[in-house]
Structures are given as structure tokens and as C-alpha cells.
């Protein structure tokens, strides 16, 4: 029973590691899912795909997190091997086999249950959130709450493609301000990244824009193409956020 009540707690520590792992990895910018895609796959060793693999190969904060769950990964999961083959081979008779895989299954039940509980989720965030500040240098701003991600706005990636409406023009032209859409930084595929980027900065095919503003609008601009229609649709954006009240401010 000890070995049984020792992988139970293996295995609720493994939830713990990633579960820290995948808060640390959302606060350097990974949004929730890639993050907790990201530290599962760190921990049981599965690896990552290619795009991905560079975000946090060329991250250092990023790489430390990642390297510490593969090293805590590997002891974890040996050591779980190693005790439920002590547990079964120690079982004389049939009974006492039964006894513990129902031991077993029942633990594990209930921290499928903690797993995916949201109140759990919700009340771990919170503590380990609060541990990270206190004991790392980890920027733990709520950046969801400070943007307010979760009242119809949003930040996404578009890749721009060379019919997108926004190829080949700067952002001046493009005057995505007024149509209440902020870019926050711009992937170049020669320069690199460009974080808060000038007016005057070509928007080319193959690049990557980081932008802030309504989901609804988001959307729209990544359906835009290059063409009049997409020239109308523009000015129709530019027209509804002026009449919201909300383009008052950026106007000069």
C-alpha cells in the first residue's frame, strides 16, 4: 500500500511541476494552451514541434523552465515504474492485487477530478502566481486582465499572406489605429522581431503582425484582401469605430 500511496503522489506532484511550468511559460508571453502544451510535453518528453521549438529554445527564461521539467520528468516517471512493480510484485494472492488496483484507480480518479477542475485551477493559479512573485524574478503581470482579453478583446498573430489587404503597405497607409486594431509588434522575416514599430515600417508577405483590439475586428482585417472590396471594408471599419466614440482619441 505505501508503494500505491508513494505513486499517487508522484503523480500529484507531476500535475504540481506542470501546472507551475505552465503558468511560468504563459507569463513570458506563451498564450495558455502553447504553454501547457508546451510543459506537458517537456515533462514527459515527447517533444515539440518545429515553430515551436525555436520559441522556447531561444527564450532563456523559457529554456530554464523547460530543462528543469524534462530533469524533475525523467525522476518522476522512474520512479512511478519502479514502485508500481514493487507494489504488484509484492501481492501474494489475487485479492491483494485487486485491492490495489483499486487503490490505484481510485487516486487516480480523484486527481483526474483536481485536474480538471476549474475552482482547483482557478484557486492554484492564484497561489502559484503569487509564489513566482515572491520568489523569482518572473514578470507576473495579469496581462489577460490588464488588456482585458476577456471582455470581446483579444491579441493574436496574422500571418500575412501576399493577398492579405495589408501587404505591401506601411502601417501609415494601412491606419489600423482608427479602426480600433493596435499592432504590438511585428515578426520581419530578415530583421526579425520588431516590437512597437514606426509608421513608416513595410508590412511584407511572410511576416507576422502581433495585434490588439476587438476579436470582431481582428477577424475581419485577417479575412481582408487586397482588393477593392477589401479597400471598402476599410473604410467601413474606419467608420464604425469613429462612430462608436472610441476614435476621437487617436484622430489628429
Known sequence: MLAISTVLTA???????????????????????????QARSAFTGVGFTTSEEEKI??????RRVVLT??????????TILSLLL?????ATDSSGAWQRIGLLFGGLGALLFLARS???????????????????TLDVADYAQLLQLT???????????????????????????????????????????????VGTTLIEAG???????????????????SDDEGDQDHAAALARHRSSGRGAVVES
Do not use: C
Not at 511576416?207 to 484582401?225: E, N, P, Q
Open 57 to 62: 529554445v531561444n527564450h532563456p527564461v523559457r
Open 11 to 37: 503523480l500529484f506532484l507531476s500535475l504540481l511541476f506542470t501546472r507551475v511550468a505552465t503558468i511560468a511559460l504563459s507569463i513570458t508571453g506563451l498564450s495558455k494552451e502553447s504553454a501547457r502544451f
Open 151 to 197: 471582455g470581446g478583446f483579444g491579441v493574436i498573430e496574422l500571418k500575412v499572406e501576399e493577398d492579405l489587404w495589408v501587404a505591401g503597405k506601411t502601417l501609415e497607409e494601412l491606419d489600423l489605429r482608427r479602426e480600433g486594431i493596435a499592432v504590438l509588434g511585428i515578426e520581419l522575416e530578415q530583421q526579425g522581431f520588431v516590437g512597437v514599430p
Open 69 to 78: 521539467l524534462m530533469l524533475l520528468g525523467n525522476a518522476v516517471l522512474v
Open 118 to 136: 476549474k475552482y482547483v485551477d482557478r484557486v492554484m493559479s492564484k497561489a502559484i502566481t503569487a509564489g513566482l512573485n515572491r520568489f523569482t
Open 86 to 90: 514493487i507494489s504488484f510484485s509484492g
Open 207 to 225: 511576416s507576422t503582425l502581433v495585434l490588439y483590439g476587438h476579436t470582431d475586428h481582428l477577424a475581419a482585417l485577417g479575412a481582408r484582401r
